[in-house]
């Protein structure tokens, strides 16, 4: 064997004994690494969905023409002027549209079910419950898919928050 050979083999000797070690100990950080940004993701995931959350609770909640309807659906009063109550359809459009964005929101994973369930589960359950509500969304059938929407999620929740407020019965005029 030339010399040129011999120095071939120990060249391959050499990245064997370091290089597979070295491999290794590279592959173990990418690992390490791995797990830590995927641990950071959830982190801000989480951030996303309270943000998201308080958000969408001022959206709901903050607008006096919704506080309204909400007492008049709790207090089983009328909502509609047209039916003695005090509120326009475009005000019943604002707070059942406002379902369309918290469903949206929902479903893209940017609102947890807990966050969900606890803030707006018993105001979904309620209008379900409320004759003048349902009608008007009948009335609407490719309007409100939020609300629609959200209701069998609240429904079928493994969220603790959400079997605080069970009491409807029937789904909210489901498309057929």
Known sequence: MDKLQKWAVIAAALVTIIGFPLLFVSLRYAH???VKISQQLGEIKKIAQSENSVSLNTMLFND???AGIIKAIEDNKPVLVENGGSYSGV???KYLGAYDAIALVYRDGFLSDDHLCSSF??????????????QYIAKYPDFFGGIRSLLPVIRN????YCGLHRGATEPINQHP
């Open 32 to 34: 390490r690494l791995d």
């Open 64 to 66: 006096s023409s919704n």
């Open 91 to 93: 005000d019943l459009d």
């Open 121 to 134: 589960s018993f105001y979904i359950e309620e209008a379900n419950k409320n004759s003048e509500v349902t």
């Open 157 to 160: 929740s493994k969220s603790p």
